[in-house]
């Protein structure tokens, strides 16, 4: 049995500790927001926080992980509150949203060192692959979320979910659907 | 209750621009924006599907020949594995974007390198992965020696009997200023974000499949075909899409194979593609080759205009790329020559990659125009300027809408083009020359049948559904927007419902024909809708005055309703506007580069695009396609090329490592500018598509500004550092 913390709860894996961590989190825990785009690193498409740092879970294996603290997307914010979650959805640096989790996580990781981060350091710390082409807007986006973060700015473009069912809903259309299966 | 318009005519009325809602076109963000963001949004493999079996599709090593035996056995006592699925109705290709019958079957008759021959189930992902591999096959393999593999080696077939008007070689020989250029582009692949998946679950009758695809309204016809199941029997859903751009279009081998599973094992089966089986299975886009002629009086007016083309695909494929689709009408000239072959090769299925067509064809001509330029000493807007045709340049049908020249001026004007003498090498900073180029952009318009339901609730709140799915592309979005301005409603008061063959059959998402076509037919059931509530009010439909949930004065649209649903399901089918005119976007392009004068390498400075191409529905989600677009031309232009072995024909650079697709670092701050218009011949919203056209010509923009930073003329895409140096000049 691999330990380790995954979004402040303390989980254990028993799995082959080879297994790479994407897997363990979307197939054993569910964890379905970190997607599979390549399984070897070219994409970015599984970025986790690993011990506050974006790194691409299909290339860590569970030995690896090991003792450490595990944040996934669905782990950042409780409400999509956090302020590369609201900036990309008020810049629209989002099209089909694959690439967006694993986007987030990294942009999440530069905010957190570094919530005044220049162009060049945006673009060095998202090297994630977008193939529809948010690219120009994650720029804007990322550097908005670390003014948000300084607090030298407000949005609140993806509202909370509400305790309503049909609120949130109009959100997240996917909540109605899946309820409707 | 259905209302139906087949649009024969223009429609002037605009009434979109007559309501009060006052959201249409504007820069909303897309309601599906927070699930995307919190990983909350389930794409296909995320769904969680109790009992669920894996399979790995395990693929052919031999090009071209039969499987002649699979030993089952031989993986079937390894740890998990439950079957071994070859099935005579497994799919040997994708299909073809509408082609609504099955694709190529058995899968065992073998036709590339890499095709899917059968699919391996177990428990668990890694034991169906290691058995897939470990399963012996034998083949009854054709000679290599006998197999076409080569397109320059293979004598191609003409696709049709093209376009021949006038005398071209007389035109050629005549003409003041001439060119006569030949191109080759590489082959591309989508490279969609979200690797092709299934999950099929089978109760004995019916079939449920979640999987990633863009036309639902075809897939379920090609998925019953290759079944041979009633399509009453299966029920498909598709609700996000990680990225389509061509490569989902058709049913693919793994949602096939994960139904044939879970039918012969009763129990749920899911299939995601390997990352590398997405790069050999499902589609590319050809290779081409291309020959442009292009003939000028002493004053830059077109006399003759050639533009052949030859491309390649698997014997048995009706696509071929269309190359020549924007050079039938996009410029004038009156004798004219257009042609495109095929030659038939045994490498992976050739099919529709974002811009089928124009992401090649037109980066070429507008290279070979860039060329002429020179030659006529002209300047390249200006001989852009002087050659838009008033009618279709051999069918002689008027244009529905045409905003090429004015997207050349304002492009030009906010890029701040220099249209004084060009001359290469005119600025260094460094190692790097920089420079500018520019091309026109133009892409078919293509509409579909559509339908949609709209129900107004008693309640205020109005629900839209079809099976029209959302790529990315914004659907979501404008069809929240659409139904809220006809009918009055904030859109936070909409519902839309997408991707479940359930709902009304769409358009599906694909030639970028999905806004204007399912959105026309959200726009028939309002117009209906709203001709009911005026019924209730006593006036007449075009006195109704619908707005933020009041029918006028202090009349509130839930008492209207008074308790009551009103439902109408709106079908649109194109009629013969699509005969009477031609309709196209246009736009242009603007590009800064500089090059390398050591490396050869080319960076992408500065990039801007101006587009025409009918009504906006929402101004961020369009703008949006523009980007990516465009940033698709900067990969079409730089580093997108697939390469294939010579000896088999299989493709050698299949992951994201070694097919390079732009990355954030290769994509410099895009200006975008839409030229806004109205297009009635367009559809009843006055909408033409947008998802492609800002990949139709870019990369021939970038073409020119090398060749004006550094003298380099490149005849192959992509301009990779090595075929730059080789093309400087000493
Ligand atoms: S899936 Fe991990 S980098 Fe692509
Ligand atoms: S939004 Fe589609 S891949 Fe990034």
Not at chain 2, 422 to 429: D, L, M, N, S, V
Not at chain 2, 431 to 444: L, P
Not at chain 2, 459 to 473: C, F, P, Q
Not at chain 2, 701 to 712: Q, S, T, V
Request: hydrophobic share 40%.
């Amino acid at each position: 049995m691999t330990q380790m913390t995954v979004n402040d709860r303390p989980v254990r894996f028993d799995m082959d500790p080879q297994t790479p961590l994407l897997w363990a989190l979307r197939d054993a825990a569910n964890l379905t927001g970190s997607k599979y785009g390549c399984g070897v690193g070219d994409c970015g498409a599984c970025m986790v926080l690993v011990d506050g740092e974006a790194l691409r879970s299909c290339l860590i294996t569970l030995a690896e992980a090991e003792g450490r603290f595990i944040t996934t997307i669905e782990g950042l914010s409780e409400d999509r509150s956090h302020p590369v979650q609201q900036a990309m959805v008020a810049e629209q640096a989002i099209q089909c949203g694959f690439c967006t989790p694993g986007i987030v996580m990294a942009a999440a990781a530069l905010i957190q060192r570094n919530p005044d981060p220049s162009e060049a350091d945006v673009r060095e710390a998202v090297p994630n692959l977008c193939r529809c082409g948010v690219y120009p807007r994650l720029v804007r986006a990322i550097q908005r979320a670390g003014r948000v973060a300084r607090r030298r700015e407000r949005i609140s473009a993806a509202p909370a979910p509400g305790i309503d069912m049909e609120d949130a809903a109009r959100a997240v259309p996917a909540l109605r659907a899946d309820s409707a299966e | 209750m259905t209302a139906h318009l087949k649009q024969d005519k223009p429609d002037t009325r605009n009434l979109l621009d007559k309501m009060r809602q006052g959201v249409i076109g504007k820069p909303l963000s897309r309601p599906d924006g927070p699930a995307k963001v919190s990983g909350t949004a389930p794409y296909t493999a995320d769904h969680a599907v109790e009992n669920c079996l894996e399979g790995v599709l395990v693929t052919a090593t031999i090009v071209r020949g039969e499987v002649a035996d699979i030993d089952a056995q031989s993986v079937l006592t390894m740890p998990g594995v439950v079957a071994v699925i070859d099935d005579e109705r497994l799919t040997a290709r994708a299909a073809q974007g509408g082609a609504d019958e099955a694709p190529e079957q058995p899968a065992r008759k073998v036709g590339y390198f890499g095709q899917p021959i059968a699919l391996v189930v177990a428990e668990s992902f890694e034991e169906a992965r290691d058995a897939a591999k470990q399963l012996k096959v034998d083949y009854r393999a054709d000679d290599l020696s006998d197999i076409p593999l080569d397109p320059v080696q293979t004598d191609p077939e003409p696709q049709d009997d093209g376009t021949r008007q006038g005398d071209l070689a007389h035109a050629m020989t005549s003409a003041a200023h001439s060119v006569d250029l030949t191109y080759r582009t590489e082959g591309h692949a989508s490279a969609a974000m979200e690797p092709h998946a299934a999950i099929a679950e089978w109760d004995g009758k019916r079939l449920t499949v979640h999987a990633s695809l863009q036309m639902l309204n075809h897939n379920i016809i090609e998925l019953a075909d290759a079944l041979d199941v009633k399509e009453e029997d299966i029920r498909l859903i598709s609700r996000y899409v990680g990225g389509g751009f061509g490569s989902k279009l058709g049913i693919s081998e793994e949602t096939v194979a994960a139904c044939v599973a879970a039918m012969e094992l009763g129990r749920p089966v899911r299939v995601v593609m390997s990352r590398q089986q997405v790069f050999q299975c499902i589609m590319r886009r050809s290779e081409t080759k291309q020959r442009l002629r292009l003939a000028a009086d002493g004053d830059g007016k077109l006399i003759g205009f050639g533009h052949e083309a030859r491309v390649s695909n698997l014997p048995g494929e009706d696509f071929a790329e269309p190359v020549l689709q924007s050079s039938e009408f996009l410029y004038a000239a009156e004798n004219r020559l257009l042609q495109l072959e095929v030659a038939r090769i045994h490498r992976m299925t050739a099919g529709s990659v974002r811009a089928p067509g124009e992401a090649v064809g037109m980066p070429a001509l507008e290279a070979a125009m860039d060329v002429l330029a020179e030659k006529a000493g002209i300047d390249p807007v200006e001989l852009r300027l002087r050659n838009i045709p008033d009618k279709h340049p051999s069918e002689g049908l008027p244009f529905s809408s045409h905003k090429l020249a004015e997207c050349l001026k304002q492009g030009a004007e906010a890029f701040g083009w220099d249209s004084g003498p060009r001359k290469p090498r005119q600025r260094r900073e460094g190692e790097w020359w920089i420079g500018t180029g520019m091309a026109s952009a133009a892409r078919v318009h293509n509409i579909e049948e559509a339908k949609a339901r709209v129900t107004l609730k008693a309640d205020g709140t109005a629900l839209v559904e079809t099976d029209m799915t959302d790529i990315g592309t914004g659907t979501y979005s404008i069809l929240g927007q659409i139904a809220g301005e006809m009918l009055g409603l904030p859109v936070e008061k909409v519902l839309v419902e997408l991707g479940d063959t359930r709902l009304p059959r769409g358009s599906g998402s694909g030639g970028s024909w999905g806004a204007a076509s399912v959105g026309s037919a959200v726009f028939v059931a309002c117009n209906r809708l709203r001709e009911r509530l005026a019924g209730k009010v006593g006036i007449a439909a075009d006195d109704l005055v619908l707005k933020d949930g009041t029918a006028g004065n202090d009349l509130r649209l839930t008492d209207l309703l008074d308790g009551e649903d009103l439902c109408e399901e709106g079908h649109y089918e194109p009629g013969e506007i699509e005969d009477d005119y031609t309709a196209a976007g246009f736009g242009a392009f603007f590009a800064q580069v500089r090059v390398n004068r050591f490396t050869g390498e080319t960076r992408v400075d500065r990039m801007l695009g101006a587009f025409g191409f009918g009504r906006v529905l929402n101004e961020k989600t369009a703008r949006s396609q523009c980007l990516g677009g465009i940033t698709w031309s900067i990969g079409a232009a730089l580093t997108e090329s697939l390469l294939f072995d010579p000896v088999d024909g299989h493709l050698v650079n299949c992951d994201l490592a070694e097919y390079h697709v732009p990355v954030h670092r290769d994509i410099p701050d895009v200006e975008v500018i839409m030229v806004e218009e109205r297009d009635p011949a367009a559809s009843p919203i006055q909408a033409k598509g947008i998802g492609e056209l800002g990949m139709c010509g870019g990369a021939g923009a970038i073409a020119n500004a090398i060749y004006d930073a550094c003298g380099a003329r490149l005849f192959e895409f992509p301009m990779t550092p090595d075929r730059v140096l080789s093309a400087l000049p000493e």
